[in-house]
C-alpha cells in the first residue's frame, strides 16, 4: 500500500516561513515527478511546484516562483517544500503527490491528472 504522508504545517505571521515534508511509502519515487499541489477554501486545487524524478527538473507557479524551493532526497523517498516569504494568500491545504508524469513538461507536471497518488494534506495558514 502506498502511502504519502505530509507534516510541517501550522500557522505562520506573513513574511514567516515554514518548510513541509511529504514522506512516501510503499513504493519508491525516485524516477518519477513528484509535486505540490494547494486548496484555499471554495478554490480549486492548484498547482505549486513539481520536481523531476533523479536528475532535476523543477517547475513553479508563478505565484510562488522565488519564494518557494521545491526538494527531494530520494534516499529517503521524500519530497520538501521551502516556504519563504509567506502572505495571506499563500494560505491553503497542501497535498503532495506522487507517480508523475513520465513525459515530464511545463504542462504535464503541473496537471493534478497526473499523478497517481496523494497524501491527506497539511494545513497552512498564513496571518495578516
Known amino acids: 500500500q502506498v502511502r504519502m504522508v505530509e507534516s510541517g504545517g501550522g500557522l505562520v505571521q506573513a513574511g514567516g516561513s515554514l518548510r513541509l515534508s511529504c514522506a512516501a511509502s510503499?513504493?519508491?519515487?525516485?524516477?518519477?515527478?513528484m509535486a505540490w499541489f494547494r486548496q484555499a477554501p471554495g478554490k480549486e486545487r492548484e498547482f505549486v511546484a513539481a520536481t523531476k524524478g533523479s536528475g532535476g527538473g523543477t517547475y513553479y507557479a508563478d505565484s510562488v516562483k522565488g519564494r518557494f524551493t521545491i526538494s527531494r532526497d530520494n534516499a529517503k523517498n521524500t519530497v520538501i517544500l521551502q516556504m519563504n516569504s509567506l502572505t495571506p494568500e499563500d494560505t491553503a491545504v497542501y497535498y503532495c503527490a506522487g507517480g508523475g508524469p513520465t513525459y515530464y513538461t511545463y504542462y504535464t507536471s503541473r496537471s493534478p491528472g497526473a499523478y497517481d497518488y496523494w497524501g491527506q494534506g497539511t494545513q497552512v495558514t498564513v496571518s495578516s
Open positions: 510503499g513504493r519508491t519515487f525516485s524516477s518519477s515527478a
